[in-house]
């Protein structure tokens, strides 16, 4: 994490966010705080704090209370993750073992109980009816995301404004309510709360297509999971998507019957077919154009690192190979 430059203007914060994600990990019930620690010391990018700290810092933070959204922001992830992976009978994730694996469905699903509202605890002391409305309704709108893409599962007939739907819900919704938590706890002004709130889902959108891209060209010792997994679930994602509509009758019928099936049998074929009609081309352009709109949003915040730190951060999202 530390290599990539859009940490460095908050590294400190970023250490305090950790001493206070683990100090709210406290519970009087072990295997609470067994779980809670052992997902949250997996890792990841923790791209949802960092846009938290980053953000709160462009629009002039310089208390500390932006450590505790960042934490609750983690929180609120962690949870989703850990609920997520009993939903998708996961058993890998950022390549070693999930939480469900390891302990059991019942025990993952209640410690992401926990943590949601722990996170809700905590925006009590926060004290602001903004911020919370924000994150109420943002964790409102992931769980409706998780349902709709759960009725997507082996439906080949889902369509791309629909797979869209599932992906601002599920995954840019989150970095949405970050970047506008960030903004009204720094007391920016609304129309740098606006931009910040669109960046944030400019983010998360072309995120997610791009982990779309890399289910099908990525290395899984680098992805910490497997090439194919969406496929293998089900989950008829944008280059299926695409490939159904475009590409010939015999691409199309392959990749309808694969969704249908789950599994990854005809993996190969599959990452031909969706390279060859244009699909992987056709996700990556559409990642970009959300990163041209978010870096064009960040402009109405004052110059600083942290705005730099910010467009940096755009454009790894759409560079990346993990």
Same mark, same amino acid.
């Given at each position: 994490m530390s290599?990539?430059?859009f940490y460095d203007a908050v590294a400190d914060d970023f250490d305090a966010v950790n001493q206070l994600i683990i100090r709210q990990l406290h519970s009087r019930v072990p295997l609470v705080e067994k779980i809670g620690s052992y997902i949250i010391s997996a890792g990841g990018k923790r791209l949802r704090p960092l846009v938290v700290l980053l953000s709160a810092r462009a629009c002039g933070m310089t208390d500390p209370r932006h450590h505790s959204l960042a934490a609750i922001i983690e929180f609120l992830h962690t949870a989703t993750l850990l609920h997520d992976d009993v939903v998708d009978t996961s058993d890998q994730?950022?390549?070693?073992s999930t939480a469900n694996a390891k302990w059991g469905n019942a025990p993952s699903v209640l410690v992401g109980d926990f943590l949601y509202s722990r996170a809700f605890e905590m925006m009590v002391e926060l004290?602001? #009816?903004?911020i919370m409305?924000?994150?109420a309704n943002a964790t409102n709108v992931i769980a409706e995301g998780e349902v709709l893409q759960l009725t997507k599962v082996r439906d080949a007939a889902t369509d791309e404004a629909t797979y869209m739907e599932v992906i601002r819900s599920k995954t840019a919704m989150l970095f949405e309510a970050s970047t506008q938590s960030a903004g009204l706890l720094a007391g920016a002004d609304d129309a740098q709360i606006e931009a910040l709130r669109q960046y944030g889902n400019a983010l998360g959108i072309a995120f997610q297509?791009?982990?779309d891209v890399l289910d099908y060209t990525g290395e899984a010792d680098a992805m910490g999971k497997n090439v194919g997994d969406d496929l293998a679930?089900?989950?008829p994602t944008l280059p299926l998507i695409?490939? #159904?509509r475009e590409g010939t009758a015999e691409q199309a019928t392959l990749v309808r019957k694969a969704i249908q099936k789950g599994g990854i049998e005809d993996i190969t074929a599959i990452q031909e077919a969706v390279r060859d009609c244009g699909a992987l081309a056709y996700t990556s352009a559409l990642a970009r154009s959300h990163i041209?709109?978010?870096l064009r949003l960040l402009q109405v915040l004052p110059p600083s690192v942290y705005r730099d730190s910010l467009e940096q951060l755009a454009e790894f999202a759409i560079d990346r190979s993990f």
């Open positions: 290599t990539l430059p994730r950022r390549g070693r004290g602001d #009816m903004r409305q924000v994150l297509l791009v982990d679930e089900g989950k695409y490939t #159904m041209d709109e978010a």
